[in-house]
């Protein structure tokens, strides 16, 4: 079973979201940007709205409450602000989503899995890369614009761009993180 159609508004949002405003524009620049590289590099039409549901369900409980985001993740992770992922995965499972990848790209999308088919490397780089963030935007673009002319190297700059970024922050390493910056070289 899948939730979405092609009928369906690429960013319209679940009746269960938890959004702020802003996230909402973020969620809208995340799947504007999949739109364009998926039909940029002529993917299937399944293909296009498997990444155009990504970008719209990926932070689609990034602003409930933790209590919330714990049971429905069952998650353990450390920072409170990457459990939306596996909040939403399952949730979406619940309802009745079935394509493995997607749920996924949505599951690690805040730390990273080597592991990913091509949705879940794009939501990464997406989610990194939309024009709404303020930092390093030259370079950001430059990436932008390489995705759908070099994914996999877009990829693995992006994917160590993230980790050399976390390290600097002190942010907690997740094996998934690591094992998929060793998986990129």
């Known amino acids: 079973m899948r939730l979405s159609s092609k009928a369906t508004m690429m960013t ?6 938890q959004v702020s405003k802003g996230r909402g524009k973020h969620i809208r620049r995340v799947t504007a940007l999949l739109g364009e590289w ?17 970008g719209r369900f990926h932070d689609a409980l990034r602003d409930a409450p933790v209590e919330e985001l714990r049971a429905l993740a069952g998650s353990k992770l450390a920072e409170v602000e990457l459990l939306h992922g596996p909040a939403v995965a399952a949730k979406l499972e ?8 997607l749920l996924q790209a949505i599951r690690y999308h805040s730390i990273g899995w080597k592991n990913w088919a091509r949705v879940g ?4 780089m997406a ?3 939309e024009p709404g ?3 390093d935007q030259e370079r ?3 990436l932008s614009q390489r995705v759908p002319v070099d994914f996999e190297g877009a990829f693995r700059d992006v994917v ?9 922050q002190g942010f907690t390493e997740y094996p998934e993180s690591v094992e998929l910056l060793a998986s990129v070289g």
């Open 12 to 17: 319209d949002l679940p009746p269960w979201a």
């Open 38 to 54: 998926a039909e940029a590099m002529g993917l299937s039409a399944d293909e296009q709205q498997c990444w155009l549901d990504a």
């Open 94 to 101: 619940r309802e009745g989503e079935t394509r493995r990848d």
């Open 121 to 124: 490397k794009a939501l990464y």
């Open 127 to 129: 989610d990194y890369l």
């Open 133 to 135: 963030r303020t930092f």
């Open 140 to 142: 950001r673009a430059e």
């Open 160 to 168: 160590r761009l993230r980790m050399a970024y976390a390290r600097e």
